[in-house]
């Protein structure tokens, strides 16, 4: 598979777009366990961040991104550009990751 660049910009700096593939997206449904529900819980009570919870998002955005570049490396592309990150919460304790951008064959300049 070749590099995808992903970037949230419309264009990538020293490289021109030649041609726009279409629209590619990755999702990732992510849960945490009940040890990490409590400890979270907890946490919201007196304070402070939960590091088990954002391991778990990144590990969904990382997901979500391998999606979106293998779905990008499909058409042919070298890059997506526009990306954006969605989230929702699908019911309790799971959340729903999207990302989404164009694909595109660029060229350096």
């Known amino acids: 598979m070749v590099e995808i660049t992903v970037t949230t910009t419309d264009a990538i700096e020293g490289r021109e777009v030649t041609e726009y593939c279409g629209v590619v997206s990755g999702e990732a449904i992510i849960g945490a366990n009940v040890v990490s529900d409590i400890a979270s819980g907890i946490r ?28 990008a490396d499909d058409l042919g592309a070298d890059a997506v550009v526009g990306a954006t990150f969605d ?8 959340l729903w ?11 350096r300049e």
Do not use: H, Q
């Open 44 to 71: 919201d009570i007196v304070g402070g961040r939960s590091a088990s919870y954002e391991k778990r998002i990144k590990e969904g955005r990382e997901e979500a991104l391998s999606d979106l570049r293998a779905e």
């Open 87 to 94: 989230y929702e919460e699908m019911r309790e304790g799971m």
């Open 97 to 107: 990751v999207n990302v989404s951008g164009t694909a595109v064959k660029t060229r």
